[in-house]
């Protein structure tokens, strides 16, 4: 259990006295187009009794809009939709309180956009108190962790905060309690997981596809995935990294530039050798190259940055046939610091498949700069 002292605990936090809202308040309400296929897949997206510890009972699911989720992002990252249920146990218990979102956009990118421009609020960082901390739970894309451990009404209460994103939905899940353990918080976690994942898969998913989901359900049996790839709930095929080269690396195993390579292993926030890190700590503009296991048509990259956060100012695509870098995305990374983060930006669209990525950045911006990983998303050429 990751205890966080709460000395000076929030009254916003701790209006509680264990009827305990937590840190979840009223907020003004935002007028979303809700379509009924939204409505069903983010229903069946909640946790259900059988998920739950015995005993608890929901208060009914309603419209979350009614809490804080940031309104400004969730309309201009065209939300679809959002649902929230909130379950409570009789008596103190591991999990006393449970708060399960889910808000649904039109694709992976806008709903990665929306958590992470939306992450002041939802962490409850700055309303609340609550502190980011790493942890073994890591689940889905996009995932973050926040806790306080702080006292109500003589007693010890334990508030966890996940958020994490499955294709183009994104989870929330607030846990509250007494005694509260990390294996508690993770099966919930999981649980959501799953539930997101076994509702998204169809035809009925959200918006219209995407051409570049029209190019998967096109493609031939030939462009299936390697068994380094896999294709994910939301239709793309989702990679890490194979290999990994750079402009330079602080050292040739710690640190090095296969630190970013496969799936990201490093869960907290600093100076950490399980990332790459260049040769000068300040600058120096340095450049990321990545191979992949499989080209595909580029849908998003996520990049995983673990120190000194904010400092990505490009992202490429090596296209073979022409011996050509071409640019998917420039300009101003926007990832906070303080905690592990993901870049995930809009990328020009482009028909052209690669295995090759290029991600440059500014070692200006200060501490050390480190990715962990970066996933490569998309379809196979059709």
Do not use: C
């Not at 309303?127 to 010890?156: C, F």
């Not at 340095?286 to 990049?303: C, H």
């Not at 296209?319 to 870098?325: F, H, I, L, M, V």
């Amino acid at each position: 259990m990751y205890r966080i002292s709460g000395a000076g605990a929030r009254a916003r936090t701790l209006a509680l006295a264990l009827a305990l809202p937590f840190a979840l308040l009223p907020t003004m309400a935002v007028q979303a187009v809700t379509p009924a296929d939204s409505d069903q897949m983010l229903r069946g997206a909640l946790l259900t009794a059988e998920d739950l510890p015995a005993g608890m009972t929901s208060d009914g699911v309603t419209d979350g809009a009614r809490f804080e989720i940031d309104a400004s992002a969730y309309h201009d990252n065209g939300g679809l939709g959002i649902t929230e249920q909130t379950w409570s146990a009789s008596a103190a218990a591991p999990v006393y309180r449970f708060f399960d979102f889910r808000m649904l956009f039109s694709s992976p990118q806008q709903a990665q956009a929306y958590l992470d421009a939306a992450e002041p609020a939802l962490s409850e960082v700055a309303a609340s108190g609550l502190k980011p901390v790493s942890g073994g739970i890591a689940i889905g894309d996009g995932y973050r962790h926040y806790a306080l451990e702080t006292v109500a009404n003589e007693q010890t209460v334990e508030l966890q905060n996940i958020l994490f994103r499955v294709g183009p939905m994104v989870a929330k899940v607030f846990v509250g309690g007494f005694g509260t353990t990390d294996e508690d918080v993770a099966a919930l976690a999981r649980a959501a997981h799953a539930r997101m994942t076994a509702v998204l898969p169809g035809p009925e998913v959200s918006a219209p596809p995407s051409p570049a989901a029209s190019a998967l359900d096109a493609a031939s049996p030939s462009a299936a995935p390697s068994p380094d790839a896999s294709v994910a709930a939301d239709g793309f095929i989702h990679q890490w990294a194979a290999t990994a080269t750079a402009s330079s690396e602080y050292e040739s195993d710690s640190w090095s530039s296969q630190q970013a390579s496969g799936s990201p292993d490093t869960l907290t926030y600093g100076d950490n050798q399980t990332a790459w890190a260049p040769s000068l700590k300040d600058g120096t503009a340095e450049w990321l190259d990545l191979r992949y296991d499989q080209a595909v048509v580029p849908a998003n990259v996520s990049i995983h940055e673990s120190d000194g956060n904010g400092f990505v100012t490009k992202v490429e695509a090596y296209d073979a046939a022409t011996s050509t870098w071409v640019t998917l995305w420039q300009g101003s990374d926007p990832t906070a610091t303080g905690a592990v983060g993901t870049l995930s930006p809009p990328l020009a669209p482009t028909d052209v498949a690669v295995d090759r990525i290029r991600v440059s950045i500014d070692t200006s911006v200060p501490d050390w700069n480190e990715i962990d990983a970066v996933e490569l998303v998309g379809n196979p050429p059709s």
